[in-house]
């Protein structure tokens, strides 16, 4: 995969891949564009927000428990960056100006996101994956999930 950052995550049994994907995006935030292959896009895309909504409201807490101005102002830039994050889940001519955007692998074939992290949810043959992050810039992330 282009010499690619490649990581496996498995789920454990009190987790969800939703969960995963929110957390593991958390820590790319600001690296750029997100693309998620699954077969499901439409499913996964609302339970990966409801994910992020509930790490919102966590730095939210966080920032009210404290009182160091700045850690305030760090955690208000952080929720205000995870707020305006936006997120679909339809065809990729839709996918322009998108933070993360969720997709069937077929449609990711097509057109080769140049994205800087793309997570993995479905089986995808390794010659496809490799089609798929040819746009990808060598910083970027893969992040494989189960036995894909």
Not at 64 to 87: D, G, S, V
Not at 90 to 118: E, H, K, R, S, W
Request: net charge positive; charged share 25%; proline share 5%.
């Amino acid at each position: 995969m282009h010499g690619l950052k490649t990581e496996r995550h498995r789920i454990k049994t009190n987790s969800s891949v939703s969960a995963d994907i929110a957390q593991h995006l958390k820590s790319r935030l600001t690296q750029g564009k997100v693309c998620v292959v699954t077969d499901k896009p439409k499913d996964l895309m609302p339970a990966v927000k409801k994910q992020w909504f509930k790490m919102i409201r966590k730095v939210q807490r966080q920032r009210a428990a404290t009182l160091k101005a700045t850690e305030i102002l760090e955690y208000t830039q952080q929720i205000a960056h995870m707020q305006r994050m936006r997120f679909v889940a339809n065809a990729p001519d839709d996918m322009i100006g998108v933070d993360v955007g969720f997709a069937v692998p077929a449609q990711v074939l097509g057109y080769a996101p140049d994205c800087q992290t793309m997570y993995i949810t479905c089986r995808v043959a390794r010659d496809k994956l490799h089609l798929m992050t040819a746009m990808m810039p060598p910083t970027g992330i893969v992040v494989v999930y189960g036995d894909s």
